[in-house]
């Protein structure tokens, strides 16, 4: 396989994965909103080991959840692209961010959560995995 390459909006930080992702994520929550600035995030499951930065050094930003954790934030220093997630503590896995992939997703399987907070005029395909809130399966970090 090739491995899936992405980047931020500037191209000061690029990374390859070396394994696709497990599972994506669409989150309508606020704080998906305000990080991403846009209707929802994406958060592409993937093993911590599969991450390999090619060029650059991300800044994180750091912010608790409404469980407690604490989740560290990837972003580029030069044009503000969030590019990952990760829980601190959590060496399972982290969350790359869906927009930072350079081939388009796939979302037609995403799973969509806190779709009580969903924006008007948001529509999910028809059959969508779709949860309220958060849903009970473990999903790392947010
Ligand atoms: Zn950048
Ligand atoms: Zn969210």
Same mark, same amino acid.
């Given at each position: 396989?090739? &491995?899936? /390459?992405?980047?931020?909006?500037?191209?000061?930080? =690029? +990374?390859?994965?070396?394994? %696709? !992702?497990?599972?994506? +994520? @669409?989150?309508?929550? $606020?704080?998906? =909103?305000?990080?991403?600035?846009?209707?929802?995030?994406?958060?592409? @499951?993937?093993?911590?080991?599969?991450?390999?930065?090619?060029?650059?050094?991300?800044?994180?930003? #750091?912010?608790?959840?409404?469980?407690?954790?604490?989740?560290?934030?990837?972003?580029? !220093?030069?044009?503000?692209?969030? *590019?990952?997630?990760?829980? =601190? %503590? $959590?060496?399972?896995?982290?969350?790359?961010?869906? %927009? #930072?992939?350079?081939?388009? *997703?796939?979302?037609?399987?995403?799973?969509?959560?806190?779709?009580? /907070?969903? *924006?008007?005029? @948001?529509?999910?395909?028809?059959? $969508?995995?779709?949860? !309220?809130?958060?849903?009970?399966? &473990? =999903?790392?970090? &947010?």
């Amino acid at each position: 396989m090739n &491995p899936l /390459r992405g980047g931020c909006q500037c191209g000061a930080i =690029r +990374y390859e994965l070396s394994h %696709g !992702p497990l599972r994506c +994520y @669409v989150c309508h929550c $606020a704080e998906c =909103r305000k990080q991403s600035a846009s209707a929802f995030g994406i958060s592409c @499951v993937v093993p911590r080991t599969a991450l390999h930065l090619t060029r650059g050094t991300p800044r994180f930003w #750091s912010r608790v959840t409404d469980t407690g954790n604490t989740l560290d934030c990837a972003f580029c !220093p030069e044009c503000g692209s969030r *590019l990952w997630h990760q829980r =601190r %503590g $959590a060496i399972g896995t982290l969350n790359i961010k869906g %927009g #930072s992939l350079d081939e388009p *997703l796939d979302l037609g399987q995403a799973i969509h959560i806190w779709t009580s /907070r969903m *924006l008007p005029g @948001v529509i999910l395909p028809h059959g $969508a995995k779709q949860f !309220p809130r958060e849903p009970d399966e &473990p =999903r790392g970090a &947010p």
